[in-house]
Structures are given as structure tokens and as C-alpha cells.
């Protein structure tokens, strides 16, 4: 005999896909949130702050090509040019942003009848914000940041979870090169085995691509050391630039320390100063100066100081500007 909890869960997860047409054939989805970052640096956290109302229709990693089918012709980090309008991958980002776009592992959002925009979050997709910011530019950008030695060391501690552990597999695209990476070929082609060291190179790549791309006025920047310092100025500066009303109230309040579906515990077990610089006593020296002497090579190395705190000001100041 099936109980009453079990109905309810079935409804939940069938009645999300006809709610989400409901609400694009109303026009709901005019609003649009994209919140990028690399793996492990804590986007489903701020994902869910953002949509701590529920009031947006969420979408999970729709561009990730090992799980959603119409994305798999694509690699991990695809880059499209943003002149390329008409390409397949041009098409399906389209798809994504107009909310028509359905698939019940990417629908996360509980069923609503009426939503007040679409919220997209990917951990693959820095390569694709030119793209998008050009040709879907109605579309708010976010783009979370965390420091890439802690990123690497996420990313170990789980290896069998999906990672892009090659960066040579950069090189293979070719207008990637042309309009990027012919720089760095030499540092791509000269990295070692070591785990951290791909990943922090990884890191450089796509931090590289996404922040030389795009102007200050285009994509609204969060660190996710701020967000564990100061969670609540952060959010609140972060709802300014989307343009959300709502305060930290309760409920939000309540979700800054409960853990996400992607981590099993959170920021209520650790210190602060453990979340922002515990990697320090698991990386070695050599690992470091490897990783930093890859970062100084793509000049991301002063987006974090020796406290292992970003420093914002030099990106508005040297980042940015600096590259346009």
C-alpha cells in the first residue's frame, strides 16, 4: 500500500515539468539569474540563498554533458564564440535561457504554480558567458569564486565525482586557442601529473577566459571566502545588483548554515578560518609554488593574498580594467 508521503513525492516530481510549461507560456521566465562557478566552491549554497523564497524555477548544471542528453555532443568547458549564433550549442543555451528547456534532473525547484524568473546554476559553463552575454544579454551573471587551492583539494578529497582532469584537453578546441590560449600553450603542454597542480592550472584557464571576456558592468562577482566571513553583507550587495527586494529575513538566515544536496555537512561543523585556509596544511609547499607560478603566469595571482582572503579592489582595479 502506497502512503500519503509517498503520493505527495510522486506528485512533486511529476507535476514539475507541466508547471514549468505552465509558467513559460505565461512568461515567467523574462527574469533570468545564471550563477557560474568552478566545482566544489559552493554553488548550490548560494543558489540556494538566492532562491531562498522559492520563487524561481531552478535549473541544476543543464549544461553538464555526462548527465543532461542534449548537451552531451559537448565537452566539459565547451567555448563558443559569441558570433556563432546559429550553432547547436547557440540553440541550446537559447533553449535553456528562454525556460523551455526541460529535464527532471535539472528541475530542482519544488512544484509552484506561478515562479517570478528562471535561476540557472553550472559549474561547466565559464567558457559559454561570452556567448551568452552577447546574444542572451537580458541574462544577470554570477560568477563564484573560490580560491583554486581549495578548489583542487575539494575536487581530490572526490575524485570519482565529474572533473575536467586534463587541462590539454583545452587545446583541442581550436577557437579556444585562437582567441585565448595560444599564450599559454607552452604552460599547458609543460604541467605535470600532480592532481593539484592540473586543477589549479584548470582553475586559470577558465577564471582566465571568463574574466578577460566580460567588462565589470556585465557579470556581478561573489567570493566564496566573503560569503563565509560576512554572509549576509555579501547577499545583501549580491540581491542589490539582481535587483531582489527581499531582506535577510528568517528563513534565509536559517538556509547560510544548512547543508546542500551536494555536501552531507557544512559550515556549522567548521570554523570559519578552517573553511578559508584548512588546504594550507594539506598542500605542500612545492604544490603551492607550482600552482601560484601557473596563476602569476595567467596574472590571477593577485586575486589572493597570503591570508588566503580575496582581495576585490585589485580586481576592480588591475582584473578587468587591465584586460580591456
Known amino acids: 500500500m502506497v502512503n500519503c508521503k509517498s503520493i505527495q513525492k510522486i506528485y512533486k516530481k511529476s507535476s514539475r515539468i507541466p508547471l514549468a510549461s505552465l509558467n513559460y507560456h ?102 559559454l558567458m561570452p ?14 569564486i573560490r580560491n583554486p587551492f581549495a578548489v583542487a583539494l575539494s575536487k581530490q578529497r572526490l575524485s570519482k565525482w565529474t ?49 578577460r571576456s566580460l567588462s565589470q558592468d556585465d557579470v556581478y562577482i561573489v567570493f566564496y571566502e566573503n560569503l563565509i566571513v560576512n554572509p549576509e553583507q555579501e547577499i545583501e550587495d549580491m540581491f542589490s545588483y539582481l535587483n531582489k527586494q527581499e ?12 547543508p546542500t544536496r551536494t555536501s552531507k555537512s557544512f559550515h556549522q561543523n567548521l570554523s570559519r578560518t578552517s573553511l578559508i585556509d584548512a588546504w594550507k596544511d594539506e598542500i605542500s609547499p612545492n604544490q603551492i609554488a607550482r600552482g601560484m607560478t601557473i596563476l602569476q603566469r595567467f596574472n590571477l595571482d593577485y586575486l589572493y593574498g597570503d591570508t588566503g582572503m580575496p582581495n576585490r579592489e585589485i580586481l576592480t582595479k588591475c582584473g578587468f580594467e587591465a584586460w580591456h
Not at 609543460?190 to 586543477?199: H, L, N, T
Not at 531582506?247 to 544548512?258: G, N, Q, W
Request: proline residues 5%; neutral net charge; charged residues 25%.
Open 26 to 127: 505565461l512568461g515567467n521566465y523574462k527574469e533570468a539569474i545564471w550563477l557560474v562557478s568552478d566545482g566544489r566552491s559552493g554553488s548550490t549554497w548560494l543558489s540556494d540563498l538566492i532562491n531562498s523564497d522559492r520563487a524561481y524555477r531552478e535549473l541544476f548544471e543543464p549544461f553538464h554533458p555526462h548527465i543532461v542528453k542534449k548537451a552531451q555532443q559537448f565537452s566539459l568547458f565547451q567555448y563558443l564564440r559569441p558570433e556563432d549564433s546559429n550553432s547547436p550549442l547557440g540553440n541550446f543555451l537559447k533553449l535553456v535561457f528562454s525556460g523551455k528547456f526541460k529535464h527532471l534532473r535539472s528541475d530542482v525547484s519544488k512544484p509552484r504554480l506561478f515562479y517570478k524568473g528562471l535561476l540557472v546554476k553550472d559549474i561547466f559553463a565559464h567558457l
Open 131 to 144: 556567448w551568452v552575454n552577447q546574444n542572451i544579454p537580458h541574462v544577470k551573471k554570477v560568477l563564484l
Open 163 to 211: 572533473w575536467m582532469t586534463e587541462p590539454r584537453k583545452f587545446l583541442e578546441q581550436q577557437n579556444l586557442c585562437d582567441d585565448y590560449l595560444a599564450p599559454f600553450e607552452d604552460t599547458i603542454c609543460s604541467v605535470g601529473d600532480d592532481f593539484i597542480e592540473k586543477q589549479v592550472l584548470i582553475w586559470a584557464i577558465i577564471h582566465y577566459v571568463s574574466i
Open 247 to 258: 531582506t535577510l529575513e528568517e528563513s534565509l538566515e536559517s538556509r547560510i548554515y544548512k
